[in-house]
């Protein structure tokens, strides 16, 4: 049937087919049937990724088909969503191995953008714990695949957005808890080289991120409040919590019932927010014990938060740096705080080694922004993809939603090889979406 669609950015939206399936029969006849087909999770990618010709909703495929609760290995469908998995392991005793900063993606989502979090430069990407998982390809065949066999194509659907064939089915390990919660730490950085160094300074944190304010000048540029966090043991919960350590009371969320007007969003507004979100932090450091919910998923307590960027949507821009190129991250900043066009929530984190395919992380920095949808924008992305690719530096495709497609050939490493694998599993562009379109992979 034909719908409206977008991602959780709002931009682009687009007229197209999208069908739900619930047996693996019926998908393989549709997927004989047509072509410029992509599979589609939750819509929380941001930008044009999994939007299609022809969208195939995974959200019916959601069902847990083995879960070793000694080992701590879940075997579920790709439709399946973070959320819904939490609400399952954390009673037992686990936790997601890696999570975003939102639970309301699917498995299949999570393995096809290699989602990283805040512990990557301790236990990597998503991908890096998946025993195997089952992809369905263009000639209808559905293959097993892992670090260990069919590795080409398990290499090229980890990080490859969708485009080798459809994820129908993974399997992959837990991390052990022994509570619900967090034992969280926050350091006021009073600029950019103090947070570089707090980074350094407690890496041996399992969990790290940094809130920026791009929009400062002078001393005060990149001020900062790093945040980092362990999974606290019961003699740390308080004498309430540790009555039901594994559990934790549902909160009312709020919501944002409409798209925000447009004039909402300005220099001003985000200075405001910036500054009180670093005075709300009143001491130079703060500890605390907190549930997992608002460690990991801050903004999930906000429904429907994207419409706080307006009727136009937004861009979340995310690039990777490696280590020696800090000149690369500041140059990118002082062009973003020169603009004044700064972001509510800018996030900085440090990415450890990573040895993939095509996936987004490597050993570096890695800043994340949001920029309402307005004229001139896409101009100054542009400028700051130039300074990217110079300083050796890409961009996250789950994020991207308007990379020219010199840009990507330019940044990744192995996009040849990449294009190459999904030719082989793909050569009719069976698979397709306007990403891939737009960035020459399927063409």
């Given at each position: ?17 999208e ?10 006849r ?37 879960f ?17 998995l ?31 979090g ?13 025993i ?51 034992r969280?730490?926050q ?13 350094d ?19 005060s ?34 919501v ?6 447009s ?20 001491k130079?450091?703060?500890h605390?014990v ?26 979340q ?7 020696d ?27 450890g080694?990573?040895?993939?395919l ?18 001139g924008l ?27 497609q ?11 090889a ?19 379109a ?6």
């Amino acid at each position: 049937m034909q719908k409206r669609l977008s991602n959780w950015g709002n931009y682009p939206v687009i007229t197209s087919e999208e069908n739900a399936f619930t047996q693996e029969d019926q998908l393989k006849r549709y997927v004989a049937a047509h072509k410029g087909i992509i599979a589609r999770g939750n819509g929380r990618c941001y930008g044009d990724a999994s939007l299609g010709k022809n969208n195939v909703s995974m959200l019916r495929y959601d069902k847990v088909l083995a879960f070793d609760v000694q080992q701590g290995i879940l075997d579920v469908q790709a439709g399946v969503t973070l959320d819904q998995l939490l609400e399952i392991i954390v009673p037992k005793g686990w936790f997601l191995p890696v999570t975003p900063g939102t639970k309301y993606i699917t498995v299949g989502g999570a393995v096809a953008s290699d989602v990283h979090g805040k512990n990557h430069h301790v236990d990597g990407t998503f991908s890096n714990h998946v025993i195997d998982m089952d992809v369905l390809l263009a000639d209808g065949t559905v293959m097993t695949c892992g670090p260990d066999r069919h590795t080409d194509l398990f290499q090229a659907t980890a990080g490859g957005m969708g485009l080798t064939g459809i994820i129908t089915r993974v399997k992959f390990t837990l991390k052990k808890i022994s509570t619900a919660y967090i034992r969280q730490s926050q350091f006021k950085a009073a600029n950019l080289d103090e947070v570089l160094r707090l980074f350094d300074e407690y890496k041996h944190y399992t969990y790290s991120m940094a809130w920026i304010d791009c929009l400062q000048k002078g001393d005060s540029f990149g001020r900062s409040i790093l945040i980092v966090g362990e999974h606290a043991t019961p003699e740390e919960l308080n004498a309430q919590q540790r009555k039901a350590p594994l559990t934790i009371p549902p909160k009312r969320k709020l919501v944002v019932p409409f798209n925000l007007p447009s004039f909402v969003l300005n220099k001003l507004t985000v200075k405001a927010f910036n500054a009180l979100y670093y005075a709300k932090n009143y001491k130079k450091e703060m500890h605390k014990v907190i549930p997992y919910e608002p460690f990991f998923y801050p903004l999930d307590a906000i429904l429907h938060w994207n419409r706080g960027y307006g009727k136009a949507g937004f861009v979340q821009y995310q690039f990777v740096l490696s280590l020696d190129q800090k000149e690369g991250l500041v140059a990118i900043m002082k062009r973003i705080s020169e603009k004044g066009w700064g972001s509510f929530l800018t996030v900085l984190k440090v990415f450890g080694p990573q040895d993939s395919l095509i996936s987004f992380p490597m050993e570096g920095y890695t800043l994340a922004m949001d920029f309402p949808v307005r004229k001139g924008l896409f101009e100054f992305l542009d400028e700051l993809d130039e300074i990217v690719l110079q300083y050796g530096g890409r961009l996250y495709l789950s994020k991207d939603a308007r990379m020219q497609q010199q840009i990507f050939w330019k940044s990744y490493p192995n996009a040849q090889a990449f294009a190459d694998i999904v030719k082989q599993y793909n050569p009719e562009a069976r698979f397709e979406s306007l990403q891939s379109a737009r960035l020459l992979l399927t063409k």
